[in-house]
T-cell receptor
Framework: AQSVAQPEDQVNVAEGNPLTVKCTYSVSGNPYLFWYVQYPNRGLQFLLKYITGDNLVKGSYGFEAEFNKSQTSFHLKKPSALVSDSALYFCAVRDKDRTYKYIFGTGTRLKVLA | DADVTQTPRNRITKTGKRIMLECSQTKGHDRMYWYRQDPGLGLRLIYYSFDVKDINKGEISDGYSVSRQAQAKFSLSLESAIPNQTALYFC???????????FGNGTRLTVT
């Protein structure tokens, strides 16, 4: 079965430092991978995706993610964190059979400290 | 205006009541989804629909039903609400293969 794991419930980082939010996945075949961000009282917003091609994917708000097939990981990164990046982040994988289902991780809360 | 609109934003109801959550979209997407968010559990799929005539159960469909009234409208019903259905509910749409989901702002449902 397809699955996504976000091993950290919370990540704390100082403003200006680099941040990493981890995600590993288990799928059969080639995955479609996504990162979403959720701010309080809002729906999830799409940040970036990996379908094929370069392993380093750039997305919104200065975020990027690195696809690593051998480690089945898709970690979210940003070179310099901002306080406004504090939010809940979800990794998701697209189910490749006909169902078009998206499977989400449990989320990682990022706190950027001033 | 939001591309995916959910109503109501907040709802408090009593155990045993039937309630409906509504979702409408202006993105022109065929695929629509209902998810439930609980702390520590992420998002879990309740139902999804690929078009008006194609509705499918997700991983946690028990106690819920849906109606796809038109391409743009997808409603979720709780036939007889119970307290463990207290959660944040999201409607989402998606377009072609590989495209991301587009979410509404959610409905916070409390069942007392």
């Amino acid at each position: 079965a397809q699955s996504v794991a976000q091993p950290e419930d919370q990540v704390n980082v100082a403003e200006g430092n680099p941040l990493t939010v981890k995600c590993t996945y288990s799928v059969s075949g080639n995955p479609y991978l996504f990162w979403y961000v959720q701010y309080p009282n809002r729906g999830l917003q799409f940040l970036l995706k990996y379908i094929t091609g370069d392993n380093l994917v750039k997305g919104s708000y200065g975020f990027e993610a690195e696809f690593n097939k051998s480690q089945t990981s898709f970690h979210l990164k940003k070179p310099s964190a901002l306080v406004s990046d504090s939010a809940l982040y979800f990794c998701a994988v697209r189910d490749k059979d006909r169902t078009y289902k998206y499977i989400f991780g449990t989320g990682t809360r990022l706190k950027v400290l001033a | 205006d939001a591309d995916v609109t959910q109503t109501p934003r907040n709802r408090i109801t009593k155990t045993g009541k039937r309630i409906m959550l509504e979702c409408s979209q202006t993105k022109g997407h065929d695929r629509m989804y209902w998810y439930r968010q609980d702390p520590g559990l992420g998002l879990r799929l309740i139902y999804y629909s690929f078009d008006v005539k194609d509705i499918n159960k997700g991983e946690i469909s028990d106690g819920y039903s849906v109606s796809r009234q038109a391409q743009a409208k997808f409603s979720l019903s709780l036939e007889s609400a119970i307290p463990n259905q207290t959660a944040l509910y999201f409607c989402a749409t998606s377009g072609t293969l590989g495209s991301p989901l587009h979410f509404g702002n959610g409905t916070r449902l409390t069942v007392t």
